[in-house]
């Protein structure tokens, strides 16, 4: 899941791999501009290296409650199960709907074609913001943080640098829109120049669609942390998105969600989307299994 801010623009944060990225250490003595592009670089490559694919879980939590999910990238598209609502597993009737929306998927060429069009329209726009990322900003040293194990790659010290518009930037569509009131940091691993997260904050009401499509509201917050999975490629580990504003002028947003993402495992890039259905129903079958396993153990309750 290459790292990515498009949050006015696209609202979505695309799912891709890490890949192996230049190993040149930095230090206060490599400029702050000169770290965001070698971090950048590295990250627009990782987006683009459809060799690299792995097969993870989520939880996500909104006001509305948590949902967990399976999900499995394949060369198609990405395939996702729901498994769990508020912790407690779908019941038979909601598994069976889950898996037989998942064969009719896999089944329809044409509306697989058109989920992997969404999914690739998404990751463009991620990629647009993340290339912006050197120019519509300044940057300056502000410390440095400690790695952990869904944080950088554990072991490296941190690069902590501010953020805040640069006055000079002019964003070429309104994809970018947004970067213009937004400030905030971002964590670099100085070692393998890979973004460890990137935390911002809109300081301004911003506008996103030339005014005409909607707007987010001043005090809009963001937080992506990125790690390494332990193989020498990263993914996204934790998503916090909690935004207000207008859709069109008249439809209100409210986001409000927190996403943590675990249990990463390397799947063959020839992967196609009817496998990685496979893998998914195999996954759930084993994760049932475990679950009536323990009930079982616990036994009835005493009275």
């Known amino acids: ?34 770290l965001v592009r070698a971090a950048v670089a590295n990250e627009v490559a990782a987006s683009n290296n459809a060799q690299l694919k792995h097969r993870f879980r989520s939880r996500k939590e909104t006001r509305a409650g948590s949902q967990t999910r399976l999900y499995v990238e394949t060369r198609d598209a990405i395939a996702a199960m729901t498994i769990a609502y508020d912790d407690h597993p779908l019941s038979a009737q909601q598994m069976h709907d889950e898996k037989a929306r998942l064969d009719r998927l896999a089944a329809n060429p044409e509306e697989l074609k058109h989920k992997h069009s969404q999914e690739k329209n998404d990751a463009e726009h991620t990629e647009r913001i993340v290339r912006a990322l050197p120019d519509a900003f300044l940057y300056e040293y502000d410390g440095r943080e400690s790695s952990t194990a869904s944080l950088g790659k554990q072991g490296d010290e941190l690069i902590r640098l501010k953020f ?114 496979e893998m998914l129903k195999e996954e759930e079958a084993k994760l049932a299994a475990d679950h009536a396993l323990g009930a079982a153990t616990k036994g009835p309750k005493s009275h």
């Not at 696209?10 to 230049?22: F, R």
């Not at 970018?176 to 300081?203: H, N, S, Y």
């Not at 996204?236 to 209100?252: A, E, P, R, V």
């Open 164 to 277: 805040r518009p640069n006055p000079a930037y002019s964003p070429p569509s309104r994809v970018e829109e947004v970067l213009k009131g937004m400030q905030g940091i971002v964590l670099i691993d100085p070692v393998v120049r890979r973004i460890a997260r990137i935390d911002g904050t809109l300081f301004k009401e911003v506008n996103f669609g030339w005014g005409f499509f909607g707007h987010l509201d001043k005090g809009g917050h963001f937080r992506v942390d990125q790690g390494d999975l332990g193989d020498g490629t990263w993914d996204i580990t934790h998503m916090q998105l909690n935004f207000t504003g207008k859709i069109l002028m008249i439809k209100s947003l409210n986001m409000s969600s927190e996403e943590v993402f675990s249990d990463f495992q390397r799947v063959p890039a020839d992967t196609t989307f009817a496998k990685g259905v």
């Open 1 to 34: 899941m290459a790292i990515g801010v498009g949050l006015a623009a696209c609202m979505i944060w695309t799912e891709s791999s890490g890949a192996e990225p230049s190993t040149s250490s930095a230090s206060e003595s490599t400029s702050p501009i000169e």
